[in-house]
């Protein structure tokens, strides 16, 4: 029909009249065309919410509000490392290439706030950046650290009370190089047995993000069986870390399968680095009924990310696609001039309309995936 009409790619997308900006986007939230099973929650640092309670914004499934003043100097360290052990002859060296954030290289250690102090520890700035990301409109924000990336539970707490936005925080274990020594010699049971121990002990309300480095080791196999199974007992989804790009995707999905977890409780974060016009590993994962993570969006690196999505869009699967920025960097908060924490709504997605992209669609992406992602019954009343 849209071509005896004579419309434009544009048109058949998006038939959008009246443009949205990002931040007008809890405008259009409804809870109406979403339901959820029977005492179905997700689980914040503070409280327990009816998904329907944050229907009026977005929610950033994979953010970092904590981290140990040391975690960025060494993921800089492994990142280049991994590179030069795996670049093909001709390829960019380490700071030739693409940064994690998809925005300039970071630099080789972790910048300091105005007080001195690393900004993920610095409490009154970090108060200040949610302050803005809820003001932006962000309804709900998903820390993806665990104690092995430093993530500080009590911080994230005061961190929610101080700003009044909701944080979901993760439990998990994060890749290969930052895993406890213990990793290597405890069996997937123990590994089982102390990821229950995180939920019992800590709020947690996903597991994430849970990764492999480069191609998935027989360590991270074992953690990621364990998860799996953690995620079983407790009915709280799952999201990932996919390797240097997106690498294991395929193989973290099996290996959660192949212990009984649902896709559709899983996330495959980082599949937006791996760049393919055909968007053929996209498909295979949202066809197996997950969700496929482009979080690390909301910065130069767009442009790639962009038709991508488009694609999976028009191909059908707007219902698997999450995004966030995954933001790791000073550089990028507001309170340097830099885009903030809600960077994916305020520059990624207007990016995705200029595009073509449905503000429903854009809508139902930002606001309605991620709660029906977070949203699970847990098996176990919550523990303060």
């Given at each position: 029909?849209?071509?005896?009409?004579?419309?434009?790619?544009?048109?058949?997308?998006?038939?959008?009249?009246?443009?949205?900006?990002?931040?007008?986007?809890?405008?259009?939230?409804?809870?109406?065309?979403?339901?959820?099973?029977?005492?179905?929650?997700?689980?914040?640092?503070?409280?327990?919410?009816?998904?329907?309670?944050?229907?009026?914004?977005?929610?950033?499934?994979?953010?970092?509000?904590?981290?140990?003043?040391?975690?960025?100097?060494?993921?800089?360290g492994y990142a280049a490392d991994t590179r030069r052990e795996t670049a093909m002859p001709g390829a960019p060296q380490p700071g030739q290439g693409a940064a994690r954030q998809g925005g300039g290289a970071p630099p080789p250690a972790p910048p300091s706030t105005p007080s001195g102090k690393y900004f993920m520890q610095d409490l009154a700035y970090q108060v200040e950046e949610m302050k803005i990301a809820r003001s932006e409109g962000v309804a709900c924000i998903v820390d993806g650290g665990h104690p092995d990336m430093g993530r500080d539970i009590n911080f994230l707490r005061q961190l929610s009370q101080q700003s009044g936005l909701p944080i979901v925080a993760g439990g998990g274990y994060y890749t290969q190089p930052f895993y406890p020594k213990e990793i290597s010699t405890w069996s997937e049971e123990q590994i089982f047995q102390a990821l229950m121990k995180q939920a019992d002990t800590d709020p947690i309300g996903v597991w994430g993000e849970i990764g492999s480095w480069d191609w998935i080791t027989k360590d991270e196999r074992k953690v990621f069986r364990a998860v799996g199974r953690a995620s079983v007992a407790t009915n709280m989804p799952i999201f990932t870390h996919t390797g240097i790009p997106g690498k294991s995707a395929l193989e973290q999905l099996d290996l959660f399968e192949d212990v009984g977890v649902d896709p559709k409780k899983v996330v495959i974060g980082h599949v937006g680095n791996l760049v393919d016009a055909n968007v053929e590993v996209h498909r295979a994962i949202c066809r197996r009924g997950a969700f496929i993570g482009f979080d690390r969006q909301g910065g130069p690196g767009d442009a790639q990310q962009v038709p991508m999505v488009i694609k999976l869009i028009e191909a059908g699967y707007a219902d698997n696609i999450m995004i966030a920025s995954d933001l790791a960097n000073i550089a990028q908060t507001k309170q340097v001039k830099g885009p903030g924490y809600a960077r994916a709504l305020t520059v990624f997605v207007p990016k995705l309309k200029d595009a073509g992209?449905?503000?429903?669609?854009?809508?139902?992406?930002?606001?309605?995936?991620?709660?029906?992602?977070?949203?699970?019954?847990?098996?176990?009343?919550r523990k303060g």
């Open positions: 029909m849209s071509e005896s009409r004579g419309w434009t790619r544009r048109e058949a997308l998006g038939m959008l009249g009246m443009g949205i900006a990002a931040t007008a986007l809890p405008e259009f939230a409804s809870a109406q065309s979403l339901t959820f099973p029977k005492g179905a929650v997700i689980r914040t640092i503070l409280k327990d919410y009816a998904p329907e309670e944050l229907a009026g914004g977005a929610t950033l499934f994979h953010e970092h509000m904590s981290f140990a003043d040391d975690f960025m100097t060494r993921w800089n992209a449905d503000e429903k669609v854009l809508k139902q992406i930002m606001n309605d995936n991620p709660r029906r992602f977070l949203a699970f019954v847990p098996k176990k009343a």
